[in-house]
């Protein structure tokens, strides 16, 4: 899961709470990295739109748009973002 946390870490709190009280019901045991663009020293990489995570078009498709419209709070990418 990638989760992108715009100006706060709101989100992030609760969707680490929410693992740290679920964790028992996953069989695979759950990592959270942190990237931090003000301090790249401390931050981890990843890549959401990494080829091996993809079965299809439409997953990148969809990964791609998320992200950009995440990014861009003003909407004007999904102005540029025909589907």
């Not at 009280?21 to 959270?32: D, G």
Request: aromatic share 8%.
């Amino acid at each position: 899961m990638f989760v992108y946390d715009f100006k706060y870490d709101d989100l992030s709190k609760i969707v680490y709470n929410w693992l740290q009280q679920n964790k028992h019901n996953y069989p695979v045991k759950a990592i959270i990295l942190c990237n931090q663009p003000d301090n790249l020293s401390i931050s981890h990489r990843c890549n959401p739109l990494d080829p091996n995570t993809m079965n299809d078009i439409t997953d990148a498709t969809e990964s791609a748009r998320t992200i950009l419209l995440g990014l861009n709070r003003d909407g004007s990418i999904s102005r540029m973002i025909s589907l």
